[in-house]
């Protein structure tokens, strides 16, 4: 049995801290990713609040798009209305236990899955907690409706729903083509049971 230590096993014994630049530009990845996906967000949704609440949907990309602003007590595309303090509470864990990995991330995939899915998930949190009608009851601010307005064929979205949409997507298929978030990557080993020497 091989007692080699690959590098990120070496880093990790050595203090316990792996201080390679690379390490720190995966750190640099994931909260800038995130710092942009949240001041996309809540720039749009300060926009559309602002010129669009209250008004007829416009509609933009010959009918592909409309954008409807609508107040959403529950989760993306209005799922569990009505649990929206719960959602709130569940969308601070998640950010917890993204900061609690990041330093031990060493994938730059992983880096940017994860940084969609904090911005986004910093987002919404930001609507829970300063919105009407209060902390950890506020409503989240939708307004992508896709191919009709009212969200008649898809329910009404906003960016940060698609950040978290996009970075978990993301996240599940690096697992699946086997990259771990610490930059392991594991190959399907092919053995024929019962073979003899």
Known sequence: MSTEQSPEE????????????????LLALLFGVAVVALGVDVGSKVAVVANLEGEPPVRLVGGLVYFDVLRNPGAAFSLATGMTWVLALLAIVVVGVIVWLAPKLRSPGWAVGLGLVLGGACGNLADRLFRAPGPLQGHVVDFISVFAPWGGVWPVFNVADSCIVCGGVLVVLLSLFGRDYDGRVHRRNKQVAGKTS
Do not use: I, N, Y
């Open 10 to 25: 070496q880093a990790e014994s050595v203090g316990g801290r792996d201080e390679r630049p690379g390490s720190r530009k």
